[in-house]
């Protein structure tokens, strides 16, 4: 049976990835900050699927550290990184709230990093060998406005193209997608969002299925038709590389 790790389980996409690989037969694990509450518990405690859940706080790294420990090793077919700090002010250029920027690049960039180390040899030894990261489009035709959420996870698709990298000899196949305009209580300000988290998980989990090494470091609308990297360079000639890169 295979398993998959889903981070910022509790609500929106998270919680829709669980309920849907649940459904699907997976050992899920839903991982949290706080003890699971409303859905998630009900989904725990349905005898019928396989839904568990581990304690994380993507602020807090050595709660990565503790989730690699408490894994013991096990194989973990497909890593989903979800969570993410969203909203905050919009922002007026000159009044930047940097603890905010400060935290958007922790938890948006630096942790799902981190938790790519942290779990490569869990998800390396299980069958599926697959990091799935929740990307954005807001990079590609920015606005002016929630700087630090923007700049994190344009950073965050990179951490995908730089963990592919990395993890490519070992089989793992990495990508990212973005999830499109889904209602959320992240998004409710916006307005009425044209996806419901089900209908975004529905199109993701297609991509997911469809991926294989050859797909390792690309960044995917839903439709899964493929995006460029905003800052991705393919042509070296021009810049050389550093010294001892093997790309």
């Known amino acids: 049976m295979p398993t998959v790790l889903i981070t910022g389980a509790s609500r929106g996409l998270g919680l829709a990835f669980t ?21 998630l518990a009900e989904l725990i405690a349905e005898p019928s699927l396989r839904v568990e859940w581990a ?27 979800n969570a993410a700090l969203t909203g905050g002010p919009l922002g007026v250029f000159g009044e930047t709230d940097y603890l905010r920027f400060e935290q958007c690049l922790r938890v948006n960039t630096m942790a799902p990093f981190k938790l790519a180390e942290v779990l490569a040899e869990n998800v390396a030894i299980s069958d599926r060998k697959v990091m ?24 965050m698709n990179q951490v995908a193209k730089q963990v592919s990298l990395a993890l490519e000899p070992r089989g793992v196949t990495v990508a990212a997608c973005h999830p499109g305009w889904v209602g959320t209580e992240a998004t409710a300000e916006h307005g009425v969002a044209p996806l419901t988290p089900a209908m975004s998980v529905d199109m993701l989990m297609a991509v997911i299925d469809r991926l294989t090494l050859a797909d390792t470091g690309r960044f995917f609308d839903p439709d899964g038709s493929e995006l460029p990297l905003v800052t991705q360079q393919l042509e070296q000639k021009f810049y050389g590389k550093p010294k001892g890169a093997v790309r």
């Open 19 to 39: 309920e849907a690989y649940a459904a699907r037969g997976y050992r899920t694990i839903a991982a949290v900050r706080s003890p699971p509450q409303g859905r």
């Open 55 to 81: 304690p994380l706080d993507l602020a807090d790294f050595q709660s990565i550290d503790a989730l690699g420990l408490a894994l013991n090793g096990a194989p973990i077919d497909l890593l989903i990184s």
């Open 132 to 155: 799935f990261f929740i990307g954005s489009r807001l990079g590609a035709h920015p606005f002016f406005g929630y700087s630090g959420y923007v700049i994190s996870k344009t950073g």
